[in-house]
């Protein structure tokens, strides 16, 4: 079954360092998501990508973060200068569609320790 | 108006039981609503989803019920199992076309279901 991949599992960053959390989405996908999720918290939105660009984003989307398909392959989320509260769980997801009925899938995590 | 308030926070069942985890929203826009089950370190998996042109919809064990006029979904598990034991998240989001899908998170159930 296609799956969502995402890499590292784990990374350990010092706060104000650059990170940058990797995916690789289903093949036949179209839309790309970033999601976070704060420890025992719910999962929040970050951002939406369609045909190499932003189509939607959250007011957590600052100038620290950013996006990017490099290749066909890969989606990146990038974040500079890294807080301690950007400590979470970030998820990658996908969908074939972009409408609100097309199931997204979603990897399964990136945990981000800013210490 | 782009929350989605779940409750309970918790819930704990016997084997068999039928654990009912219900959700709200505000915002009349939304026109899809999906449940996801976590299990811990994993990412959110699609469990069923429900539009709001239909009451109820059942899947194997698991059956939404929707209330259009109260803006309200629940998520009904039948003949609940310990394997059903993890956090279920319900959400929102609007059907936009060729926007992407994004999704409003409930803050979460943890359910445990006891031998």
């Known amino acids: 079954e296609p799956e969502v991949t995402q890499t590292p599992s784990h990374q350990v960053t010092q706060m104000g360092q650059e990170v940058i959390l990797r995916c690789v989405p289903i093949?036949?996908?179209?839309?790309f998501y970033w999601y976070r999720q704060i420890l025992g918290q719910k999962v929040e939105f970050l951002v939406s990508?369609?045909?190499?660009?932003?189509?939607?984003k959250s007011e957590i989307f600052d100038d620290q973060f950013s996006v990017e398909r490099p290749d066909g392959s890969n989606f990146t989320l990038k974040i500079r200068s890294t807080k301690l509260e950007d400590s979470a769980m970030y998820f990658c997801?996908?969908?074939?569609?972009?409408?609100?009925?097309?199931?997204?899938?979603f990897g399964q995590g990136t945990r981000l320790t800013v210490v | 108006q782009q929350q989605v308030k779940q409750s309970p926070q918790s819930l704990i069942v016997q084997k068999g039981g039928i654990p009912i985890i219900n959700c709200a929203y505000e915002?009349?826009?939304?026109?899809?609503f999906p449940w996801y089950q976590q299990f811990p370190g994993k990412g959110p998996a699609l469990l069923i989803a429900?539009?709001?042109?239909?009451s109820e919809k059942k899947e194997g064990r698991f059956t939404i019920s929707f209330n259009k006029s109260a803006k309200q979904f629940s998520l009904h598990i039948m003949d609940s199992q310990p394997g059903d034991s993890a956090t279920y998240f319900c959400?929102?989001?609007?059907?936009?076309?060729?926007?992407?899908?994004?999704?409003?998170f409930g803050t979460g159930t943890q359910l445990k279901v006891e031998l």
């Open positions: 997801a996908s969908s074939v569609m972009g409408r609100g009925n097309t199931e997204a899938f």
């Open positions: 093949s036949n996908h179209l839309y």
């Open positions: 990508f369609y045909n190499n660009e932003i189509s939607e």
């Open positions: 915002n009349t826009a939304f026109d899809y």
């Open positions: 429900i539009r709001p042109d239909v």
């Open positions: 959400a929102a989001s609007r059907g936009i076309t060729g926007g992407g899908n994004k999704l409003t």
